[in-house]
């Protein structure tokens, strides 16, 4: 398991452990967000462990695959990113990394902004006419 937006994992145990001395490189926010405080503490002050399976059951990697199938599922996911609307990723990134520390208000006047920036750009104008044309966006023109 590596940090990233994007988080596949192979079922090997155990993927996660806790610290001895202190948590580094974000563990502590990360595990706090994602496990809450209680089980967060328990992990980090006993050397507990996680598995693959219960780092995907409380949200920590997106998907759990197969040890032979990760690195084909990792590079199938990047063709399909690639192939994607990157500026139209980008502000969903944002908005997802904003969403915790936000009112739904908040949240909803971003999200209706980046949707007019998102339309006016070269990406939402392919993705509205591939919907209207009932087609699979293409989004390698509008880059």
Request: cysteine-free; glycine content about 6%; proline content about 5%.
């Amino acid at each position: 398991m590596r940090s990233g937006d994007l988080r596949a994992d192979d079922d090997d145990p155990p993927r996660l452990r806790g610290h001895r001395l202190l948590p580094d490189g974000g563990t502590s926010w990360a595990l706090t967000r994602a496990l809450g405080a209680p089980r967060a503490l328990d992990l980090m002050l006993t050397n507990g462990a996680l598995t693959a399976a219960e780092a995907h059951l409380t949200g920590l990697v997106a998907r759990l695959v197969e040890d032979d199938d990760l690195r084909a599922t990792t590079e199938q996911v990047a063709r399909e990113m690639a192939a994607g609307p990157i500026r139209a990723m980008v502000r969903t990134r944002a908005l997802v990394r904003r969403a915790a520390t936000r009112t739904l208000e908040e949240q909803l006047d971003d999200e209706a902004q980046l949707i007019a920036e998102s339309a006016a750009d070269p990406e939402g104008r392919e993705g509205v006419r591939a919907f209207v044309e009932k087609r699979a966006p293409d989004f390698r023109d509008a880059r």
